[in-house]
């Protein structure tokens, strides 16, 4: 029996995604304005801070606080980074899925790009 790389679930590959694209500014709140601007999904905030916990516990992301800002109250955001680890895992997720989407456009479903 082969093994079976790790593979990203549907929430978690969208959070790892926002946390790129967000940058230096990948913080619980950015991370789901993303993630709801991007992909058309209202994920609540629950589920984002559970999602990026676990991603960071599987190695996926690292976090460290960043400065406290007035407008927060004084209180510092916790900042999200992906690692090395989740940046594979979501290569291998994604080729799957393209894999997965191969061929499909001679069933009248375009690949998208």
Do not use: F
């Amino acid at each position: 029996m082969c093994r079976v790389p790790e593979s990203l679930g549907d929430l978690e590959q969208l959070v790892i995604l926002a946390v790129l694209r967000r940058g230096a500014d990948a913080y619980a709140v950015a991370v789901r304005d993303e993630i709801a601007e991007r992909a058309k999904r209202d994920v609540s905030r629950g589920a984002v801070h559970v999602t990026l916990d676990r991603l960071e516990r599987k190695g996926w992301l690292r976090s460290q606080l960043g400065e406290p800002t007035p407008t927060r109250g004084g209180k510092a955001k916790r900042l999200y980074a992906v690692t090395p680890a989740g940046r594979a895992v979501l290569a291998a997720t994604l080729e799957g899925t393209r894999a997965m989407l191969e061929g499909l456009a001679a069933l009248g479903t375009e690949r998208p790009r």
